[in-house]
């Protein structure tokens, strides 16, 4: 089983539109969760983290967390074309990866 | 504060060849993790290293090893290349006793002919 899933995508959104990206772990030790945005051909960037149950807002990106659900989200808002990349969420155990969902942000 | 680094940034090698590729962490940061990305399967945890001891470990065979020097550089090895192998090598630091963070370095892309 794997230990962190993500919606493969690919998911399309208008320029301006809230895109919502979802992440579920299966190990409930981890205690913290990290999104990364990939361009292509380009290495991991780490975008937010997050370690409490809630919201957290950085700028256009808001991470949610719910530990109960065992369920980490990442929207942005007023998406643009820049925003189109793929996205990875990551749990704090041993640091694995989820697929990541690749993100398009049409003008 | 630079970022992590990473050399060779491509590599050729020909199958049954091994080859060793280097990672130098964010200053201050004693961990290192090491990450195969392809294609097909994603970005792949190899292993961590953390004060020069190998912390965690992935799923990958035994041809896959590194080490951590003590001044937190680490290195990987692959030995006997297979096609396989080839993919784009990913370092990562974070400070571990403080905050999971992760940093990337810009990778090296192997290709095994």
């Known amino acids: 089983q794997k230990e962190v899933e993500q919606n493969s995508g690919p998911l399309s959104v208008p320029e301006g539109a809230i895109a919502s990206l979802n992440c579920t772990y299966s190990d409930r030790v981890s205690q913290s969760f990290f999104w990364y945005r990939q361009y292509s051909g380009k290495s991991p960037e780490l975008i937010m983290s997050?370690?409490?149950?809630g919201d957290k807002e950085d700028g256009r990106f808001t991470a949610q967390l719910n530990k109960a659900s065992q369920y980490v989200s990442l929207l942005i808002r007023d998406s643009q074309p820049s925003d189109s990349a793929t996205y990875l969420c990551a749990a704090n155990n041993d640091m694995r990866f989820g697929a990541g969902t690749r993100l398009t942000v049409k003008p | 504060k630079a970022g992590v680094t990473q050399t060779p940034r491509y590599l050729i090698k020909t199958r049954g060849q091994q080859v060793t590729l280097s990672c130098s962490p964010i200053?201050?940061?004693?961990?290192v993790s090491w990450y195969q990305q392809t294609p097909g399967q994603g970005l792949q945890f190899l292993f961590e290293?953390?004060?020069?001891?190998?912390?965690n470990k992935g799923n990958f065979p035994g041809r896959f090893s590194g080490r951590q020097f003590s001044n937190s550089r680490s290195e990987m090895n692959v030995s006997t290349l297979e096609l396989g192998d080839s993919a784009l090598y990913l370092c990562?630091?974070?400070?571990?006793?403080?905050?999971?963070?992760?940093?990337f370095g810009p990778g090296t892309r192997l290709t095994v002919t």
């Open positions: 990562a630091s974070s400070s571990r006793d403080t905050s999971y963070e992760q940093y």
């Open positions: 290293y953390f004060s020069e001891t190998q912390r």
């Open positions: 997050i370690y409490s149950n």
């Open positions: 200053s201050g940061h004693r961990s």
